[in-house]
C-alpha cells in the first residue's frame, strides 16, 4: 500500500511507466509501441530456447507470452513491424489483450485512428478474437484466452472492447486519461462498486484473498523444479549449459589467451568483413548469440554459417531474417535480452540507427546488452550518399547514456570490440564498421583497444603533437605523422566510454599536459573538445562520390592533415598547454 501512496515519486516501483530496474518487471516501456515490440522478443526467445533445450516429455521451458496494448501502441510503425515478424514466425504462443477502448489524448480514436485493426492483425497471420464487453464480461475474456491458447501455429490478438475510466463520471472521455478524478469523482465511483466512500487505500479482504496466488505459484515452481531435476539426470550436459546461460554467465575460456580470433593474413580487410569473421569465431563457442539484420546480411555479414534460419517451424536455429523493420529489430531485441540465456545482435547501416533510435535508447535504459553490428560508417560508404553516410550519429550514441559507441581501427580493434560486446551484459554496443578495406596497424592490440584509447604509434621523448583518431582515420594519421616535421605521437580512440572509465593516471600517459591533440574522425566534430585541443572533422552532409573524391573534398587525405598539423604546433609552440583532460570534476 505504501508503493501505491508513492505513487510517480522519486524511486518509486510505482513509477509513471513500467521500469525493469524494479523487481518484477520485465521490459522498461512507455514509449507506445515498444511494449508489444518487446514482447515479440520475449516470444521469440521462449520458442528458441524450447527447441533449443526441451527433451520428449520433458519440456523445461514452456510457456505463454502475454501483453497488454493500447490504441497508441497499435498506431505506432514499431507494433506493426514487429507484429508482421511475429505472425510470419508463427509465435503460436504469444497472446495480445488490445484493450481498444476508443480514447487517445487528443480525444476519440475516430480522429486519426479510423481502420479496422482486427483485419489488419489478420493479414499479418494472427488469428483474431474479440469480446465485446470487456467492462464486466470476465467469463469471455477468460474464453478467449482459453480459445487463443488452442491455436498454436499463430499469434491471437484478443480485441477486448472497454471504457476507459469505467464507472466514473469522466467515463469515456480524454480527460480521465491523465487527470485525477477528484476526491468528489472518487467518492462516487467507489459508492457504485459498493465501496465504502470515505476510506482510502483500502482494499477488501476478499480481493486479497483472490488475488494470492502465493500457494499456487509454489506449487507451480515446485513441479518445475521437479522436471528439471529429471532433465538433468538424463541430460547432464544440456542442463548445465541452460543453468549457465540463465544464470547469464559466460563459457569458461571464451576471451582466454589463444581463444580469441587471429586474422593469419596482412591484407586489408574491412571491418565489417572482420565483424563476420569474429562473430562467426564466436558463435561456435557462445551458443547464446541470436540475431540477424535488417534485410542486409550480403553487406553486414552477420549471418552464423554454423546455424540456420530461424523460421516458423524451425525455431532451433539462430539466424534471425529481420526484414527491413530497423525499430522493430532492435524492439525486438531487448525483450530477446530481457528474456535471459540470449546476447541478441542485430545489423544494419549506421546511419540507419536514425530509424531504430526509439529502441536504442531504451536498450541503454533498460541495461540490455544488446550488440548492434552497425556497418558503413562513414562518407566512404561512396556512391550511396548522404542518406546513408552518417555525420552526426556518432555523437548521438556517444551522447546516449549506458552505451558504448566503438569504432574500430582494424581486425584486431575489432576483435576487441566484440569481447567488450559479449562482457557488457548490462550495457549495449553499437559497433561502427566500415564498408572499405583498412590496413592491419602495426601497433594495434586487443588489449590496448579494450582500453578505448591507447598509443598505436609513438616516439622518443616528449611528442610535439598528438594526432588522436578512430576507425579508418587511425592509418591516416599514422600516414600522416610519417611526413610531418616534428615528433608525432598517434593514438588510437575506438571507445570514449571505455577510455574515460580508466584511471586518470593512465589517460593522462595517452593524453599527457604539454602536448596539443588534434583529433582526426570522418563524422561531427561535436563532443571531441572533451579530448582534443583542435579536430579534423565534418560539420555538413555528406556527398554523393566515390571514396577517394569524397576523402579530398572534406580533407581527410595525408596533404591535409599534414598541414592542419602543423598550424597546431605552431600555434601551441611556446605555450603552456594543459590536457583537456586536467578538470576539476
Not at 62 to 89: I, P, Q, R
Not at 349 to 362: P, Q, R, S, V
Not at 540 to 557: D, I, Q, R
Request: glycine content about 10%; hydrophobic content about 40%.
Amino acid at each position: 500500500m505504501d508503493t501505491l501512496k508513492s505513487f510517480r515519486q522519486l524511486h518509486s516501483i510505482a513509477a509513471g511507466h513500467p521500469e525493469n530496474e524494479f523487481p518484477g518487471i520485465e521490459v522498461t516501456t512507455g514509449p507506445l509501441g515498444q511494449g508489444i515490440a518487446n514482447a515479440v522478443g520475449l516470444a521469440m526467445a521462449e520458442a528458441h530456447l524450447a527447441a533449443t533445450y526441451n527433451k520428449e516429455g520433458l519440456p523445461i521451458v514452456d510457456h505463454y507470452t502475454y501483453t497488454f496494448c493500447g490504441d497508441g501502441c497499435l498506431m505506432e510503425g514499431v507494433s506493426g513491424e514487429a507484429s508482421s515478424v511475429a505472425g510470419h514466425l508463427g509465435l503460436g504462443k504469444l497472446i495480445v489483450l488490445y484493450d481498444s477502448n476508443k480514447i487517445t489524448i487528443d480525444g476519440d480514436t475516430d480522429l486519426a485512428f479510423s481502420e479496422d485493426v482486427v483485419k489488419r492483425y489478420e493479414s499479418y497471420g494472427w488469428h483474431t478474437l474479440t469480446v465485446e464487453n470487456g467492462d464486466t464480461d470476465i467469463a469471455a475474456i477468460s474464453e478467449a484466452i482459453k480459445q487463443a491458447k488452442a491455436v498454436t501455429d499463430k499469434p491471437t490478438l484478443i480485441k477486448v472492447t472497454t471504457t476507459i475510466g469505467f464507472g466514473s463520471t469522466m467515463a469515456g472521455t480524454a480527460s480521465v486519461h491523465g487527470s485525477p478524478l477528484g476526491n468528489e469523482n472518487i467518492k462516487k465511483l467507489k459508492t457504485a462498486f459498493g465501496l465504502n466512500p470515505e476510506e482510502s487505500f483500502v482494499v477488501p479482504e476478499d480481493v486479497y484473498k483472490t488475488l494470492d496466488a502465493t500457494e499456487k505459484g509454489k506449487n507451480l515452481e515446485d513441479s518445475w523444479n521437479a522436471l528439471f531435476a529429471k532433465y538433468e539426470a538424463q541430460y547432464p550436459t544440456e542442463a548445465a549449459e541452460f543453468k549457465r546461460r540463465q544464470a547469464g554467465e559466460l563459457p569458461a575460456g571464451w576471451d582466454a589467451e589463444g581463444a580469441l580470433p587471429v586474422y593469419s593474413s596482412e591484407a586489408a580487410v574491412s571491418t565489417r568483413k572482420a565483424s563476420g569473421l569474429i562473430l562467426n569465431h564466436f558463435s561456435k563457442t557462445i551458443p547464446e548469440l541470436f540475431g540477424g539484420s535488417a534485410d542486409l546480411n550480403p553487406s553486414c555479414f552477420t549471418y552464423l554459417d554454423d546455424s540456420k534460419d530461424f523460421q516458423k517451424g524451425s525455431y532451433e536455429n539462430r539466424n534471425i531474417r529481420f526484414g527491413v523493420r530497423e525499430h522493430a529489430m532492435a524492439a525486438i531485441c531487448n525483450g530477446l535480452a530481457a528474456y535471459g540465456g540470449i546476447i541478441p545482435f542485430c545489423s544494419t547501416f549506421l546511419n540507419f540507427i536514425g530509424y531504430a533510435y526509439g529502441a536504442t535508447i531504451l536498450s541503454a535504459l533498460s541495461k540490455a546488452g544488446v550488440l548492434y553490428v552497425f556497418t558503413h560508417d562513414s562518407i566512404f560508404l561512396g556512391e550511396d550518399g548522404p542518406t546513408h553516410q552518417p555525420i552526426e550519429k556518432y555523437a548521438n550514441a556517444r551522447a546516449t547514456p549506458n552505451t558504448h559507441f566503438i569504432r574500430p581501427a582494424d581486425y584486431r580493434e575489432t576483435v576487441a570490440a566484440y569481447v567488450s560486446a559479449i562482457q557488457s551484459r548490462t550495457t549495449p554496443t553499437v559497433m561502427s564498421l566500415s564498408r572499405q578495406n583498412l590496413p592491419i596497424l602495426a601497433g594495434s592490440t586487443v588489449e590496448g583497444a579494450l582500453k578505448g584509447g591507447y598509443i598505436v604509434k609513438d616516439v622518443e621523448g616528449t611528442p610535439d603533437l598528438i594526432l588522436i583518431g578512430t576507425g579508418s582515420e587511425v592509418s591516416l594519421c599514422i600516414d600522416a605523422a610519417a611526413k610531418i616535421d616534428a615528433k608525432v605521437r598517434v593514438v588510437s580512440f575506438p571507445c570514449w566510454e571505455l577510455f574515460d572509465k580508466n584511471p586518470l593516471e593512465y589517460r593522462l600517459s595517452v593524453l599527457p599536459s604539454g602536448v596539443p591533440v588534434l583529433s582526426v574522425e570522418a563524422a561531427a566534430t561535436f563532443g571531441w573538445d572533451k579530448y582534443a585541443h583542435a579536430s579534423i572533422g565534418i560539420d555538413v552532409f555528406g556527398a554523393s562520390a566515390p571514396g577517394g573524391p569524397l576523402a579530398k573534398e572534406f580533407g581527410f587525405t595525408v596533404d591535409n592533415v599534414v598541414a592542419k598539423s602543423t598550424k597546431v604546433i605552431d600555434f601551441y609552440k611556446g605555450k603552456n598547454v594543459t590536457s583537456k583532460l586536467e578538470v576539476p570534476f
